[in-house]
């Protein structure tokens, strides 16, 4: 099957950047510190931020856990669908040069789910804490660049992620 050449380019540029940014994870430091930002990711992080809400703010804080709650499940089952769908292989499973170094969650690569769910989440919670995007926004972006440094996902998967979370967390918004 011949690509066109736009999409060549593109997949060069999106490998190239993902074996560059994975070099990170040669330094043990890298490897430990993005392993961890990666495993707080995986739900932890969120389920603390939502209980301390709910801790701090009482009955004020329910409308926004709730909404979390309804991205976390809309989230959840859209990305599990578009990586059966895409079923792209991950970087590490194709690229020599790529260093997997954390156990992934699941199988396929494209979208990142831990940036979708890390995006929506945070969107959902600022929407209702604004004070909160001094926590949530640079928790996200290490989340999301721990995805590539660790050789999961390429940062084309990582976009997509941040795309659809934040399309999912705008519509539950929308909904309330």
């Known amino acids: 099957m011949n690509i066109p050449y736009p999409l060549q380019r593109l997949n060069q540029w999106d490998q190239s950047l993902c074996i560059r940014v994975n070099r990170a994870s040669r330094h043990r430091f890298m490897r430990v510190a993005f392993g961890a930002i990666s495993r707080l990711g995986d739900g932890v992080f969120w389920y603390a931020l ?3 809400l709910l801790l701090a703010f009482r009955s004020e804080a329910v409308p926004a856990v709730l909404h979390m709650i309804g991205a976390g499940l809309v989230c959840t089952t859209l990305y599990k669908l578009l990586k059966h769908k895409t079923s792209r292989p991950r970087p590490y499973q194709i690229h020599r040069g790529i260093i997997c170094s954390a156990k992934p969650l699941d199988q396929f690569s494209f979208p990142s789910g831990h940036t979708l769910h890390a995006v929506g989440f945070s969107v959902v919670a600022v929407a209702y804490f604004p004070v909160l995007i001094w926590l949530v926004l640079p928790f996200t972006l290490l989340v999301a660049a721990s995805r590539v440094i ?27």
């Open 50 to 52: 939502m209980l301390a």
């Open 150 to 176: 660790l050789g999961l996902h390429y940062p084309s998967d990582v976009l997509a992620g941040a795309l659809v979370g934040l399309s999912i967390a705008d519509t539950v918004l929308a909904v309330s």
